[in-house]
């Protein structure tokens, strides 16, 4: 038994080292999390030279397949990263694609995103020099055109995809409800009901992580989300994304979505081909309907007049293709995927986080849950499909390593996760 002084003297070096690595999570973590206000003055100075000559705006005449005749499949592509809109399982695609054809990623560099939620500059890309030119970039960023534009090519295809705003916000609130301290407030069972009921009583818009709770769209697209509504400067931004981005898919026809991709991009089937991914499990899914939907959609009414906008000309698209050819393409889409999941996944389906054998296929997970929904890979897969089976199945963190990007901080964070349990 320690006698009483060394009893207090071992409390207090526990104290001090408890203090110490208290100190140390805070200062990783505000590195690993920039302040939402360090904006446009991170940019890269003007000096630096552009990958090529950049036009005003992007051409938007790109030959669709199947409208011109023969075309060359495209390989310059910017894809805007939005949050919880299936962009994990478009993130993939782009992997796949560019590792089968040796394009040249524009990488973060130490994390998993370009240090976001700050705005992106040319010189957080990973190994960037003045001049640099590139084929993709599609990690998460909040958008800054003329820096992206200075990245790549002139004709780079500009992509980005939207989801209704009221379940985008319910998706939102529940993955990082976590990290935004304001929500703490809440008391009831149901932290959203509570929250939609008044959230002008909780919602802090200078507040840690704020964003990620209001018109999240328009921020991560690099705009101001605490705009008042009736500013004309909302509909003047709305018509700047329909000018930058020659696509806007929607989560909710993620099919549709990707055949009008695959034609606009010039790629085969094959390439367009998906597994779901960092999709939450249905238990962790309460859909939101009647009045709270129409709270939630009230809330974040600058997204809902963006999607509106885009959902109308995603349908024009729709029509301009031919329904019946788009019915025949999805079709086509779902049944590949049908065949490629009975023989890559086993039992077929996405499974508990619990239940993933392999770690190389387990997801990044929300803060204090493990909602999030991955994949085992059959142990008997023939030769023709081995490869695409796994690189189909991968999960993003693990795909950067595989592509040799440089994870430092994302690493330890996750080693300092486990390691508490959280």
């Known amino acids: ?3 009483p002084q060394k009893r207090w003297e071992s409390m207090a070096k526990g104290l001090v080292l408890g203090a110490l690595f208290t100190s140390f999570l805070l200062l990783l973590y505000s590195y690993a999390v920039p302040p939402l206000h360090a904006g446009l003055a991170s ?4 000096g630096a030279a552009p990958c090529s000559p950049a036009p005003s705006e992007p051409e938007t005449a790109i030959p669709a397949n199947g409208s011109a005749g023969s075309c060359q499949p495209r390989r310059d592509i910017v894809f805007m990263k939005t949050h919880k809109t299936a962009s994990s399982t478009l993130l993939n695609i782009l992997f796949r694609f560019g590792q089968k054809h040796g394009l040249k990623f524009a990488f973060p560099n130490g994390r998993n995103d370009f240090d976001y939620p700050a705005f992106f500059a040319r010189s957080l890309v990973q190994d960037y020099r003045p001049g640099a030119c590139f084929n ?3 990690n998460h960023m909040r958008f800054h055109y003329d820096e992206v534009r200075g990245l790549v090519p002139p004709n780079a295809t500009f992509i980005t995809v939207l989801r209704d705003p009221a379940r985008l916000f319910e998706s939102s609130f529940h993955y990082f409800g976590s990290v935004v301290p304001f929500t703490w407030k809440l008391s009831s069972q149901d932290k959203l009901a509570e929250f939609l009921q008044d959230p002008d009583r909780y919602y802090d818009p200078n507040g840690y992580n704020a964003h990620y709770l209001r018109n999240l769209l328009f921020f991560d697209l690099g705009y101001d989300s605490g705009l008042d509504p009736g500013s004309p400067q909302v509909q003047e931004h709305i018509l700047e994304v329909e000018r930058r ?3 806007v898919l929607l989560q909710e026809y993620f099919d549709e979505s990707l055949v009008l991709l695959k034609d606009l991009l010039c790629w085969e089937l094959e390439d367009v081909l998906y597994f779901k991914l960092n999709a939450r499990r249905a238990s962790a899914v309460p859909r939101i309907s009647g009045e709270l939907y129409r709270r939630a959609t009230d809330w974040n009414v600058l997204d809902a007049r963006l999607y509106r906008h885009f959902n109308a000309s995603f349908w024009h698209k729709v029509e301009a293709f031919g329904r019946e050819r788009m019915a025949r393409e999805v079709a086509a889409l779902r049944q590949a995927n049908e065949r490629m ?4 996944i086993d039992g077929g389906h996405a499974v508990d986080a619990a239940a993933i054998q392999d ?3 387990q997801p990044w997970q929300p803060l204090g849950a493990k909602s999030i929904l991955g994949y085992n890979l059959k142990k008997s897969i023939g030769r023709r499909h081995a490869q695409l089976c796994r690189r189909m199945l991968t999960p993003e963190i693990q795909y950067l ?3 040799g990007v440089n994870l430092w901080v994302t690493k330890l964070w996750k080693l300092i996760r486990d390691f508490l349990q959280w």
Not at 43 to 46: G, H, K, L, Q
Not at 341 to 344: A, D, K, M, N, Y
């Open 1 to 3: 038994m320690l006698l």
């Open 43 to 46: 940019v890269t100075p003007e």
């Open 136 to 138: 993709i970039i599609c």
């Open 245 to 247: 981005f020659h696509l």
């Open 341 to 344: 999941s009975r023989i890559c």
């Open 359 to 361: 770690s190389a296929m």
């Open 401 to 403: 390593m595989d592509l």
